[in-house]
T-cell receptor, first 115, second 114 residues
Framework: GAVVSQHPSWVICKSGTSVKIECRSLDFQATTMFWYRQFPKQSLMLMATSNEGSKATYEQGVEKDKFLINHASLTLSTLTVTSAHPEDSSFYIC???????????FGQGTRLTVV | KNQVEQSPQSLIILEGKNCTLQCNYTVSPFSNLRWYKQDTGRGPVSLTIMTFSENTKSNGRYTATLDADTKQSSLHITASQLSDSASYICVVSDRGSTLGRLYFGRGTQLTVWP
């Protein structure tokens, strides 16, 4: 199956700093990428959807100025958590789809801990 | 409201035994249903994906069923192994947009004991 690589797998940062998470589709072109957040024992919650070359669409309640998403190419999307606070600590997962495709391929996830 | 409900929330079985996980959904319209396996601290990995016309699909020791009339699905795991310990997530996609929005269940946490 297609591979989605997410980096880093874990990160610890100080409160107030920014953290960038990368999501790459290694062997296919991802026209659409999704960013999810998952709290312990909870289901994945969609944060935003991004299409290559256009602005991301954010879900209700997700601050677009805090969670900056860039989808500059068909193989790379980034999520930047700006001015991170302890409540932003969570497991962030990206997913990628090919145009018209059913399947959604997930990255390995990034464990963010803000101290 | 589009929802995906899974049961049981958690399950413990002995190695070698079989088990069945359940998924009920109210998502409409319906496009497809997927089962994912998520190991702790990892991203979900696809096990099966079924469309409206498919009733059953197998992937090794995993067999998924779908009853689109009753909006129910099950995932049957045979001859369980220790490596099957993970969260199993049922995901339903709608047909309402070109992107096919995904609705996630909370998952069933399966623990396989030796």
């Amino acid at each position: 199956g297609a591979v989605v690589s997410q980096h880093p797998s874990w990160v610890i940062c100080k409160s107030g700093t920014s953290v960038k998470i990368e999501c790459r589709s290694l062997d296919f072109q991802a026209t659409t990428m999704f960013w999810y957040r998952q709290f312990p024992k909870q289901s994945l919650m969609l944060m935003a959807t991004s299409n290559e070359g256009s602005k991301a669409t954010y879900e209700q309640g997700v601050e677009k100025d805090k969670f900056l998403i860039n989808h500059a190419s068909l193989t790379l999307s980034t999520l930047t958590v700006t001015s991170a606070h302890p409540e932003d600590s969570s497991f962030y997962i990206c997913s990628a789809r090919v145009r018209g495709g059913f399947e959604a391929f997930f990255g390995q996830g990034t464990r963010l801990t803000v101290v | 409201k589009n929802q995906v409900e899974q049961s049981p929330q958690s399950l413990i079985i002995l190695e070698g035994k079989n088990c069945t996980l359940q998924c009920n959904y109210t998502v409409s319209p319906f496009s497809n249903l997927r089962w994912y396996k998520q190991d702790t601290g990892r991203g979900p990995v696809s096990l099966t994906i079924m469309t409206f016309s498919e009733n059953t699909k197998s992937n090794g020791r995993y067999t998924a069923t779908l009853d689109a009339d009753t909006k129910q699905s099950s995932l049957h795991i045979t001859a369980s192994q220790l490596s099957d310990s993970a969260s199993y997530i049922c995901v339903v996609s709608d047909r309402g947009s070109t992107l096919g929005r995904l609705y996630f269940g909370r998952g069933t946490q399966l623990t396989v004991w030796p």
